[in-house]
């Protein structure tokens, strides 16, 4: 599918999370043009994100976050070996509904191919990925629900730079998204490059904040330490969205690290 990325409407006005109708987030269209097949974008995520989770023992981290999981499963299927409780936390109605359908009632067929990739890479992982997936939980709620240091490791992939156009706002989720971790819990998310606001099958135009890496480095470098950003190259098998890339990041939260959060 080609087409020309949108162009915000005419407004002159910055448009922040807030003005966006999250709860009819268009989720059939979106998984039917990001995840019915493996992408060579989501192997990069996978294969970077399933080398973090490798560094874990089994069930050694008691409570992790996926920052507005909406209702995309990979990542919750890779957090399923290291982590005994996932909080997937998402204020999409609709991605929450779908997200409990899959949880309560098995998968859509086209996540196995997922799985298989996610289990081939981290053998940690239960054999069967309803295993994996009974340890999530699904939380409706945003950023700026998250408790300071409840978690030992948290994930965000394409949310902060894809919910506003404000830059201080990109920044705010991003800072949330850093404290929700215990001092010395690890970071690990992924961004669109450079992706203007987009457009999801013919519905309206959803905000974002083009960011690159100087961006991100101007974000977490104060807030952060270990800080790794790697970048995968334009995923031309996607539709337009108008960006450039991908960009994997990997930190931790300063300070002495704590005992594991008992969840």
Partial sequence: MDRTPPS????GRIRRNRDADWNAWP??????????????????????????????????????????AGPNLY???????????????????????????????????SWRPFYALCRSLDPAL?????????????????????????????????VAESVTE???EFTAVCDAF???????????AAFMERMPS?????????PACPVDETALRAVFVPRTTGLRVTRLAKDRTLPEYGDTGVL??????????????QG
Avoid: K
């Avoid at 915000?8 to 407004?11: D, K, L, N, S």
């Avoid at 929700?180 to 970071?187: C, I, N, S, Y």
């Fill in 8 to 11: 915000p409407p005419p407004t």
């Fill in 27 to 68: 989720v059939d269209d979106y998984l039917a043009e990001n995840y019915r097949r493996l992408h060579p974008c989501d192997i990069g995520v996978i294969r970077h994100h399933a080398a973090v989770y490798r560094r874990f023992p089994p069930g050694s981290l008691a409570r992790t976050l996926e920052l507005g």
């Fill in 75 to 109: 990542p919750l299927m890779l957090a399923g070996a290291a982590s005994r409780r996932i909080d997937a936390v998402e204020p999409s109605a609709a991605s929450v509904r779908y997200l409990r359908e899959q949880l309560d009632h098995g998968i859509d067929d």
């Fill in 126 to 158: 239960p054999a069967e990925y309803a295993e994996a997936l009974r340890r999530v939980r699904v939380v409706r709620g945003t950023a700026d629900d998250l408790a300071p240091g409840a978690y030992d490791l948290a994930s965000m992939n394409f």
């Fill in 166 to 168: 404000d830059f201080g």
């Fill in 178 to 188: 850093v404290r929700a971790v215990r001092p010395g819990g690890t970071l690990l």
């Fill in 198 to 206: 987009y457009r999801i099958g013919t519905g309206p135009v959803w």
């Fill in 248 to 261: 994997l990041l990997t930190a931790e939260r300063p300070g002495t690290p704590a005992p594991p959060v």
